[in-house]
């Protein structure tokens, strides 16, 4: 059987976000504190590159409603917390 494919959150993995990020119509700036990905129909603010993918998934994803319930949290909150 062949072994699973690996990837680690890593510095290496920064600059190929970056173009991602880019090649699906982000314009990403660096404000000297946060990262910002935006369009024309939001802005994304994030630690790195990285987190600002995330932030394009979620968006992405969910849109303006990305909340998830208090049953959601507590059950999240129960199993990692």
């Known amino acids: 059987m062949k072994e699973k ?9 920064l600059v ?8 699906k119509g982000y314009t990403i700036t ?3 504190k946060m990262w910002l990905a935006e ?13 600002l993918a995330g932030m394009v998934y979620l968006y ?6 990305w909340r ?4 959601k949290i507590d059950s999240f909150v129960e199993k990692f917390c």
């Open 5 to 13: 494919f690996r990837l680690a959150a890593a510095s290496n993995i």
């Open 16 to 23: 190929p976000i970056y173009y991602l990020l880019t090649e």
């Open 30 to 32: 660096d404000d000297g």
């Open 39 to 51: 369009n024309e129909k939001v802005v994304l603010i994030a630690e790195d590159t990285l987190a």
């Open 60 to 65: 992405e994803n969910k849109g303006e409603d």
């Open 68 to 71: 998830v319930d208090d049953d």
